[in-house]
């Protein structure tokens, strides 16, 4: 299974951008779907998670900016990010994962400019 994660790219603060990962089987819908990210300064981390009956949570630094969404359909989950900040660059990561499996995008660059 490959994760094709898009949308990265350099925004000024304030911002918006749409990170798109789409899945090359039918797993979004049975799928712990998250994205994470990372700097060279810090490790990986949780951003936003969509579980299979649809709730999400968030990282409380991204709560009321960033929305967590999937289209089942075209085996794609999304990452809605508003109000950006020079804080939120990072490469971004797609994972799918449930107990037999663990699945990584290849990353995509959000980089804020303030």
């Known amino acids: 299974v490959q994760l094709q994660a898009s949308g990265g790219g350099l925004v000024?603060?304030?911002?918006?951008l749409r990170l798109?990962?789409?899945?090359?089987k039918n797993i979004v819908s049975g799928s712990y779907m998250g994205w994470y990210r990372q700097t060279p300064e810090n490790e990986r981390e949780l951003v936003a998670r969509i579980i299979p009956n649809g709730s999400t949570d968030y990282q409380d630094s991204v709560k009321g900016r960033f929305t967590i969404s999937r289209d089942i359909r075209k085996n794609t989950v999304y990452l809605q990010m508003n109000s950006l900040k020079p804080e939120d660059t990072a490469v971004y990561y797609c994972n799918a994962r449930r107990v037999d499996y663990n699945y990584w995008g290849q990353g995509t660059l959000v980089?804020?400019?303030s």
Do not use: I, P, R
């Open 12 to 16: 000024q603060a304030g911002g918006s």
């Open 20 to 24: 798109s990962c789409a899945a090359s």
């Open 111 to 113: 980089t804020v400019s």
